[in-house]
Every structure is written in C-alpha cells, then in structure tokens.
C-alpha cells in the first residue's frame, strides 16, 4: 500500500521538453548548440560495454525486469533489452548522482525500439529521473511506430531548488497503477541504445581529506589517520596482518565550509577498506573492494558491514572467502585468489537468510565470522539483534539467544546442517571465535538493553553491562550453552577514549608471530577532527591480548599508544607509498595497475592531495650500518617546484636528502635523491614543500638504496711459478691503506691469514699446488680494517694464469 501511495504521488514536473522529432527513426537530428566544456555524463551510453554501469530501474520494491545485451543496435555492436517487465517504470536505469546539478540545462538524446507483434501501431516513452523517494520527474518523450528506431531528443533544466544527492535515470512507458491489466499495451518490452546526457560537468566533488594528524607520531592507535573504519578483522596470511574494515569513510562528507561531516549512515557503505601491516605500526592502504550494490562483485547485496575473512584450499586451489553483512537481514560471501583479491561472487543468493535453517529467530541474520578448525572443519557465527518476544523479560535480557554457531561446507559458500543458538550472556552482536590450546573463545558485544532486550533489567551477577564485550569458552566449536561464559574482556571504549567515544564494538582475535592480539574500534580519529561531538566514523585499533595460565583472558586496557612494532621496517625494496605509520593532509585513491609491491592481483594507490607541509611517515626504518646511498620515488608533479624532504626522526628533523619533484606535469616519472648520513634505525618523515594552494604532485611508491660499502685499497696480483718441478700458485697483497689492515689469501690450494698487515707492507704466500701444471684460475683476498671508524671488509678476486713445470 504505501509502495502505490508513493507511486500515485510521484511528480510528474511539467518540464517535460519539447520533442521535436517524433517518430523520427533514422532521422539523425542535430542536437542543441553545445558548449565546450560540456560533456556526456552518461558512462556506455551505446551499450558497446555491455550492461556495465546500468541495472533495472528499482525505485519501487514492485520494479522489476530482465536486462541483457542485444546485438540487435541502433548503432555499433550491442545495445540493451528489457523483457519481463513488472512497472510501466521498469526499465534501463542509471546513476547520475554526483553528476547532474541543480538549475542547470541538459541535452537527452536516445534511441528505442518496441517491436511486440500484439503492442499497439505507436508508443510513448519516457526518459526519466528519479530524485529519491517518491519523487519523480519525466524529462525527455518520444513517440515511436513499432518495429523502428526513434529518437529522444530535447533538453530539460533541473529546477533549481531541487535536491539531486540522489539522480537515477531510467527509461519507461506512461505510468498506470494496473499496467498488469494490458501487458501489451503498457509493458512490452523495449531495446535501448545511444544514450547521452550533454552539460556541464560534474562539480569536482567536495574533499574528504582529513586535515589533522589523526594517528599522532610515536602512538600506533587509531592503526591509520588518513581514512576511517570499522568492525575490523584481523587476518594473518604470509607474514603479514591484513584488517578488513567496514568503510566508515564511504559516507564521510565534510561540509567545505565548517568542515563537519553529517552523521554516518550506515545503509551506504556497499565497500569493505583493506589495509594490512607486517609491523602493525606501518601500515599499507589497499583501498575498497566494491564489495555490493549495481557495480559490486555480489550485485544482488546492497551493503557490507562487518568483514570476516579466512582461507582454504579447495580442490586444491588456495581460496579467501570474505564474509560480510547484507544489512541487518542477511550475510553474503564472495572469493579472492589472494587476500587483495581479485575477487568474484560464486554465489548468486545471499548464504545466510531467512532460509537458513535454525536461524528463524534471529532477528539481525548479519556480523558473518569464519572460523576453520585445525582439521579443516569450517565455522561460521552469526546474528545479533532484538531477542524474540517469546521469552520472559528477565530471559530476553540476559540470555537473548539470538547469535548462532554453524557448520559451513567444505566449498566455504554454503552451510550444512542447523544453526546452533550460541547462549551469550546480554548478547547483541559481533561474535567471533578462535582457538587457542585447544579450546574455542567465542567472543561476542552485548547489548544496551531497552525494549528489544525486555526493557529495563538488572543483568545477572558477573554478566556483562551495555556495549562492552564479552566472552565464552567451550571444547566444542558448536557448543556455547551460559555455562561457557568467562566474563568481560573489553569494557566499552568510552571508559579509555572519553566523551564522543562510545557505542557499539565489533572485536577479532589473531595471532601473529607468537603473540595474540585483539582489534577493536573506537571513533577517535572523527574525535581528532571534531572534538566530543563525534559523528559515529570509527577507526581501527589494536591491542596485544594476554592469558592467565588458566587459559582465561586478561582485561584489556585501550590505548592510543597500542601495541609494540613487531620488526623495524625495510628500506631497500620497492614499498608502496600508500604504506606509512603517521600521515597529514594527505588522502590515498586507487589507479589502475597493479601493485610494484604486491604483484599483479593486487590493486595499487597513489598518495594524493599532497600540498606544502603535508607529510607521511615511516616508524622505525633500519638502514643498516652501511646505510642508505639515495631514495628514489615514482611520482606525477601536478605543478613546478614540488620538493620531497627526507627528514629524520622528528617532521622538523634534519634534511638527510631533497628529492626535486621537476618532471613533467601529468607524467608519471622516477626522482631520486641522494642520502648524507642515513644509518642505523630512524622514523623516516617524507616532508612535502612547494607552492602553496595547489596540489603539489602525486607519489606511487618509493625505494631506498642502501649505500656501496667503502673499499680498503689494496693492489693484488697472482702468477704462477715452478719451483722444484712442482707448480704454485703466488699471491701478493700490498696494504695501501694509511692503517694497519687484516689480510687473508685464499687459493684452490690453501690459504693464509696476516693479522696487522702495516701500511705499504705486503701479505705473501705461495701456494704449492703439488703438481706439475695448474689450470688458470682465481685467488681471492680479503682485507678487513677500518674506516673512519666504520669496520670495513673488502673482497678482492684476482686471475692467475695456467702454469706447466718443464714444459
Ligand atoms: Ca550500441
Ligand atoms: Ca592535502
Ligand atoms: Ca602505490
């Protein structure tokens, strides 16, 4: 009923253009006069991309209809059919959010063809937009003659007072409430080709980058400042910890002017933000997985909350299986070839729904998380939400029953059996397991009571309070009755974060390198920005998990300061830009190729919107004893003058070395810069200098190179000789240092060390081959002392002819 309310409401504007051309199959009409600097905002308009970037208009739950590529085209290759259609609104729709503005004019231009034998001689069509809700506003017609291509071809003004944070196009027939009624006449189905939207571009849109320093030097919490997110999972895979976050940042849209975002709102995020650390200080940024909505890898889910991921040869190929909430009411998974992806939907329906069998109860069907036992058994808890009415209100607040334990098959996209009810104390949602000497912990958050939870009751003695999470410990991966609960082992983050801070948690546990480490969020890095007055964007943090020789788990204490660095970061190699412990200003976005770091199926960032002061960092970066010779970064100047400062230890540290970023504008180019003095263990700041107002240039990756070791000269020469009618081979060192050195002779026929081998003077040895010829060969010589206080060792290879006694 209220889906037809809207319906019977919806805005028909009279701004319906003026169609000059009807019924003009073939007649190839010029379009209005075009400026500059307009352009098409409508991405495969012609359809030679397939169905990419449409979908069928579903601005009614009632909105239905089969899309598919037809050869059949006005023009080049391919354009679209829509068969099956349930609306006269049901038809080719695409998102023009972002793109059209308010009070500006535009030029439509399409082609469409009916062709159903029983449908009517002739047929309206409209092209129209879909504001959002119930409003709807026809903006191009067209009447076409069956069996032949027209033409849409006008222009229409968005009002100016229109909102158009949300602008669907679609195209369709004239509405009527009972369309059902005469199928042929007001639900045929249509072809679509050409399709264009000419004006102004897209306003640039507004800047999410966060200005302040929001994880600050020296402290490893929040685990990133430059972006948000949520719900993390920790997962450890080949040496690295990767974080699977719900990507709080997708709806963060700072005002330009006061610089507040609105609050979050959850039913956006459709992507999951991927970072992953081989330290957990300094941390890489992967970027989204488009995980849902039209464009996603499981287009028929609209949102993924909560990421849980693991890994599992099946049929003897290496798989990850990232799990995630469909909204409240259903979980989904999709496939990655590694844990970067590439990624791909093997399941066409969500896995955990109303369908699932033991889970009718359970009101939010979400918070998917994974576990595979040691024998290769996989898990999956679940669920969280309202506790069903039925219980009395003192078992409806302590003991919900509404989280659920459940075998998965061994493909990992589907599930065996029933659910079984995970019995957690005040539970709302978050479960989570892993394993540890044997025995299971179910982790879970607990609810804030209220109505859904039986109003307001006293919790029993021991169990957890409000947004706080709790944990249970069983022998059985399936089996959590009360009895297993251990007790509180997070309070809410609030009580070490302060005001702004509080709500709802989502926890993991993993083990890395012999340590258990437990990961939380908190929205410190939105209180960085504004104060107490958080608008709900959370970060990830980490703190290091400890035991009691009972096995149950010590209460852990949030802080800013986090865990300690695992191993002090690598300089010499290629490293991703996008790879640091502390950062200002600056913001990161995907291009295309791969990673220079992580290899192909990876995807690869740039560091971008870097202006003068901007700066990233690197926490405890060992360049050895020999040190570091030059640093060379893959960069694109956007404008002249742009200087990349190495500074260590401090952003106001000394200069150890200035890249000078004068390449050509737009171009993607390699800059290096010499090093003076860069040894030992150091934060390494890459400080950004240049023009102020403009974005500087942006960084792809970076590589040290470690510094040539000093030589200790030294003149060698080898020969060969007979003496007796035996062949030796002779070695010769001159020390030409100004210092006492070691020296070592090496042959295939013995070897000789001299200890304090004086300036000038020689190290000599002949080697006895104990035959009468020797082949030619090498010598090698090895000199050890000191230079400028630094112990060098020098490696000298020297040639040695064939020799023949007698001959
Ligand atoms: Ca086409
Ligand atoms: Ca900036
Ligand atoms: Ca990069």
């Known amino acids: 009923m209220e889906q037809r309310m809207r319906r019977a409401t919806r805005r028909r504007v009279a701004a319906i253009a003026t169609v000059g051309l009807m019924m003009a199959a073939g007649f190839v009409a010029s379009s209005g006069p075009v400026q500059a600097a307009d352009t098409n905002l409508v991405v495969n308009g012609g359809f030679e991309d397939g169905l990419a970037n449409w979908f069928v208009n579903n601005g009614n739950a009632t909105d239905g209809a089969q899309l598919s590529a037809t050869s059949d085209a006005w023009s080049g290759a391919n354009a679209a059919l829509v068969t099956s259609r349930t609306t006269t609104g049901s038809g080719p729709m695409q998102d023009l959010s972002g793109k059209v503005q308010a009070g500006q004019a535009y030029t439509l231009t399409a082609r469409i063809k009916y062709e159903n034998a029983s449908g009517p001689a002739t047929k309206q069509f409209f092209a129209t937009m879909h504001y959002g809700g119930g409003t709807y506003t026809n903006l191009v017609s067209v009447t076409a003659t069956k069996g032949q291509w027209a033409q849409f071809n006008g222009t229409f003004t968005i009002p100016a007072g229109q909102s158009v944070s949300t602008a669907r196009l679609f195209f369709e027939t004239p509405w009527t409430s009972t369309p059902s009624t005469d199928p042929d006449l007001h639900l045929m189905d249509f072809k679509l080709d050409d399709v264009s939207v000419i004006g102004a571009a897209p306003p640039a849109p507004a800047s999410k980058t966060i200005e302040v320093v929001g994880k600050l030097p020296g402290e490893h919490n929040p685990l990133i400042g430059h972006k948000f997110g949520a719900d993390g999972f920790g997962f450890v895979h080949d040496g690295r910890v990767y974080m699977y976050l719900t990507n709080d940042t997708q709806g963060y849209?700072?005002?330009?002017?006061?610089g507040v975002s609105p609050g979050i709102n959850y039913g956006n995020i459709n992507q999951i933000t991927v970072i992953s650390s081989e330290d957990l200080v300094n941390w890489t940024d992967h970027g989204e997985i488009q995980v849902a909505g039209p464009n996603g890898v499981a287009p028929f889910t609209a949102n993924s909350w909560a990421p849980g991921i693991t890994r599992k040869v099946v049929n003897g190929e290496e798989k990850f299986f990232l799990y995630y909430a469909n909204g409240g009411g259903s979980s989904n998974v999709i496939t990655g070839a590694s844990p970067l992806g590439p990624w791909t939907s093997e399941r066409t329906s969500t896995l955990i729904d109303g369908r699932t069998p033991g889970a009718e109860d359970v009101a939010w069907k979400f918070d998917p998380a994974p576990f595979v036992d040691d024998d290769g058994q996989p898990y999956l808890y679940f669920g969280g939400g309202p506790a069903s009415t039925s219980m009395p209100p003192a078992e409806r607040f302590n003991n919900p029953k509404n989280i659920r334990a459940i075998e998965l098959g061994d493909d990992m996209i589907s599930t065996e059996?029933?659910?079984?009810?995970?019995?957690?104390?005040?539970?709302?949602?978050?479960?989570h397991v892993f394993k540890r000497d044997g025995r299971y912990y179910f982790s879970y958050s607990s609810h804030f009571g209220?109505?859904?939870?039986?109003?307001?009751?006293?919790?029993?003695?021991?169990?957890?309070?409000?947004?706080q999470i709790g944990y249970m410990i069983s022998d059985n991966p399936m089996s959590w009755?009360?009895?297993?609960?251990?007790?509180?082992?997070?309070?809410?983050?609030?009580?070490?974060?302060g005001s702004g801070t509080g709500g709802n948690n989502h926890q993991s546990v993993?083990?890395?390198e012999g340590r258990y480490y437990f990961t939380y969020h908190a929205p410190t890095l939105n209180k960085r920005i504004n104060g107490n007055t958080?608008?709900?964007?959370?970060?990830?943090h980490i703190q290091e998990l400890t035991f009691n020789p009972d096995g149950t788990i010590q209460q852990v204490v949030g802080t800013y300061a986090g865990v300690d660095q695992v191993r002090n970061f690598a300089p010499y190699r290629v490293v991703e830009a996008e790879t640091f412990g502390w950062s200002k200003g600056v913001a990161t976005a995907k291009v295309d190729g791969s990673s220079a770091q992580f290899g192909g199926a990876a995807p690869n960032l740039v560091v971008r919107d870097i202006d003068n002061g901007d700066w990233t960092a690197l926490s405890s970066v060992d360049f050895g004893d020999n040190g570091a010779q030059s640093v060379t970064a893959r960069v694109r100047a956007l404008a002249t003058g742009g200087q990349i400062q190495v500074r260590l230890d401090d952003v106001a540290g000394p200069v150890v070395g200035t890249i000078l970023v004068d390449t050509p504008s737009g171009q993607w180019a390699e800059v290096t810069a010499e090093l003076d003095g860069v040894s030992g263990v150091h934060d390494v700041y890459f400080t950004f200098t240049g023009p102020a107002g403009v974005d500087l240039f942006e960084i792809d990756n970076w590589a040290f190179a470690a510094a040539t070791q000093p030589e200790l000269p030294v003149t060698v020469t080898a020969s060969t000789r007979c003496v007796g009618g035996k062949a030796y081979v002779a070695v010769q060192a001159r020390n030409d240092h100004d210092a006492p050195v070691g020296i070592a002779l090496e042959t295939a026929y013995g070897q000789r060390s001299f200890t304090a081998v004086a300036p000038g003077a020689n190290a000599y040895q002949s080697f006895n081959t104990r035959a009468v010829s020797v082949p030619a060969g090498s010598a090698t010589v090895r000199v050890t002392g000191s230079i400028g206080g630094q112990d060098v060792t020098t490696v000298r290879t020297v040639p040695h002819p064939a020799g023949t006694c007698g001959g």
Do not use: C, H, M
């Open 417 to 431: 059996g029933a659910a079984a009810v995970v019995d957690a104390p005040v539970a709302f949602e978050a479960g």
């Open 534 to 540: 958080t608008q709900g964007y959370r970060s990830p």
């Open 510 to 512: 993993f083990e890395f």
């Open 253 to 258: 849209a700072p005002d330009p002017a006061t």
């Open 481 to 497: 009755p009360k009895e297993t609960y251990a007790g509180v082992l997070f309070p809410n983050q609030s009580q070490f974060f």
């Open 450 to 467: 209220g109505n859904d939870f039986g109003g307001n009751q006293q919790p029993l003695p021991g169990y957890p309070g409000g947004g």
